[in-house]
């Protein structure tokens, strides 16, 4: 955290000097940093940073305090030095109200940007308005999850499966990720899973309100555990036991070919090949030209 915090002083430092990617991108409402060639980017979140913020703050009912302050950077080992983790590609940091995006190749694609982008400034949103020491980690990435539709920080390209990660053999215990989530890839990947299908499977058995209800409560200052009894009709943990139930009875099938979903697709394809190959053989086979002079 002091690299971050430190990177992001010699950068505001910077930005009394030079003006990185033009006037345009200094306004009310937005500041973007970075350099000249990542204009492009640049200009894409600002167009798209209203409708980004319209949605996180009617999502979430509350509104985004001050504007925030993002940091475009092309070079990947200084982005790695940064955050510790080689499969993160962008991260917030709410004390600061500054944003640290790494724009690889599949990055810079335009859905994946503005998916990124959202679900950083859900961070921010929640920790504007929840103290730090209140919202674990596992329901900051979870609702930032839910609200932007996607992994948000993990790198692009690494998919949502995790070839051998089993959510009911190996269920990593959320009191486990309520400060850090593991470095390793595997289980990185696996506590974003879960994060997201708790909270997802609270807003399908309870509702949003109840979601919410659950966030003003934090926001009030309740801690999590007592915030959960007084949003839900049940605690925190006989929740989490009823969601690992629910995922091995009715949502295990589904989980499996979420995470296998290509490898299916292929397999099926390549059945139809096969049966299509068999049907033209068979048909060869079996043509008779007498058949074809009578008509």
Not at 62 to 73: A, D, E, G, M
Not at 77 to 94: L, Y
Not at 134 to 162: F, H, N, R, Y
């Amino acid at each position: 955290m002091k690299k971050i915090l430190s990177f992001l002083a010699c950068m505001a430092c910077m930005l009394s000097f030079s003006d990185f990617l033009g006037a345009e991108a200094r306004n009310e409402e937005l500041l973007i940093v970075g350099e000249e060639r990542l204009d492009i980017q640049a200009k894409r979140l600002r167009e798209s940073y209203p409708e980004i913020r319209a949605n996180i703050e009617n999502s979430l009912g509350w509104k985004l305090l001050s504007p925030p302050k993002v940091f475009l950077i092309a070079d990947r080992e200084i982005f790695e030095k940064m955050n510790g983790s080689p499969f993160i590609s962008a991260f917030a940091v709410p004390s600061q109200h500054s944003i640290v995006i790494h724009l690889s190749s599949a990055i810079s694609e335009a859905y994946v940007l503005h998916e990124t982008f959202e679900h950083e400034l859900c961070h921010l949103l929640l920790h504007d308005h929840i103290k730090d020491a209140l919202l674990p980690k596992w329901l900051d990435e979870g609702i930032c999850q839910w609200v932007s539709g996607s992994l948000g920080e993990i790198l692009a390209g690494m998919g949502t499966a995790a070839g051998g990660i089993n959510l009911l053999r190996h269920p990593i215990p959320l009191q486990q990720l309520s400060v850090s989530f593991p470095r390793d890839r595997g289980s990185l990947i696996q506590a974003y899973q879960e994060s997201r299908l708790f909270v997802e499977y609270l807003v399908a058995q309870y509702g949003k309100g109840s979601l919410l209800n659950l966030l003003k409560h934090m926001k009030e200052g309740s801690p999590i555990d007592q915030a959960f009894s007084q949003a839900f009709p049940k605690s925190l943990p006989s929740l989490q036991e009823e969601w690992l139930e629910g995922l091995g009875s009715r949502g295990m099938w589904l989980l499996w070919v979420s995470e296998y979903l290509y490898e299916i697709l292929f397999v099926f394809g390549a059945l139809l090949t096969v049966l299509a190959f068999i049907r033209v053989m068979i048909r060869k086979r079996n043509y008779d030209p007498g058949e074809e002079d009578e008509e």
